[in-house]
Nanobody, 119 residues
């Protein structure tokens, strides 16, 4: 069982920066594929970034502005966000998948943290 807690959200002006943290409980977190997703009002949840065994992937809309990283010793995954735009406003969710590529996978979600970017 893994529990995820996001933090670091807030309100920032366009062009500003924020760093989100996803702190996990459970010893299996270091083996998890961890991603960040976001959901804006009236829109579907969308993929933002993912990290797996050191490999990272980003949505085109955030590529070059956001960086995902992890500290396995602390069970934390970060999402560093630069050059924020009003369209980045959303609730950001941390997602962890354990067992990618195996017959059984376990998926966990955090409760989300609000990011608001004003113009």
């Amino acid at each position: 069982q893994v529990q995820l807690v996001e933090s670091g959200g807030g309100m920032v002006q366009a062009g500003g920066s924020l760093r989100l943290s996803c702190t996990a409980s459970g010893s299996t977190f270091s083996r998890a594929t961890v991603g960040w997703y976001r959901q804006a009002p009236g829109k579907q949840r969308e993929f933002v970034a993912r990290i797996e065994s050191g490999t990272t992937n980003y949505a085109d809309s955030v590529k070059g502005r956001f960086t995902i990283s992890r500290e396995n010793a602390k069970n934390i995954v970060y999402l560093q966000m630069y050059s924020l735009k009003p369209e980045d406003t959303a609730v950001y969710y941390c997602n962890a998948v354990i067992g990618v590529g195996l017959p059984i996978t376990y998926t966990y979600w955090g409760q989300g943290t609000q990011v608001t970017v004003s113009s």
